[in-house]
């Protein structure tokens, strides 16, 4: 069992979750927060894992919309990987995912890939 971080690391992880929000909407993307948005979220997922240890943190990640993740992936069943609109799926998402560590570390956070193959694009935010 995964055990849940203390409540002042916990109130830490929410402040710097405020800070991220900020700093992104400011920058001019829609931050939809995880279980609080209402709606399909699309563009930034940000997400606050109360696991103790590395497991737990703010994180982010792009959404692209449903209607463009399931074309993807129907396209990719009918015609392959190859298919284009499957390409332009991942090519927004990389390109977004660049994108938000790069204004992430602008404006002064510590952005880094998660490195996980069940959720590749998930980036890691701390102060």
Request: with cysteine.
């Amino acid at each position: 069992m995964i055990e849940r971080a203390h409540k002042a690391e916990l109130r830490t992880r929410e402040q710097l979750a405020c800070e991220v929000s900020d700093a992104l909407e400011t920058a001019g993307f829609t931050v939809h927060q995880e279980g609080r948005s209402q709606g399909e979220p699309r563009g930034v997922l940000l997400s606050v894992d109360p696991s103790e240890g590395l497991e737990g943190g703010v994180f982010v990640k792009w959404h692209v919309a449903h209607a463009l993740s399931s074309a993807a992936m129907e396209s990719a069943r009918r015609e392959g990987t190859q298919a284009r609109t499957f390409q332009h799926c991942g090519f927004v998402t990389t390109h977004m995912h660049e994108a938000l560590i790069s204004v992430l570390t602008s404006a002064g956070f510590q952005a880094v890939d998660v490195d996980s193959e069940m959720d590749p694009y998930l980036i890691r935010v701390v102060r």
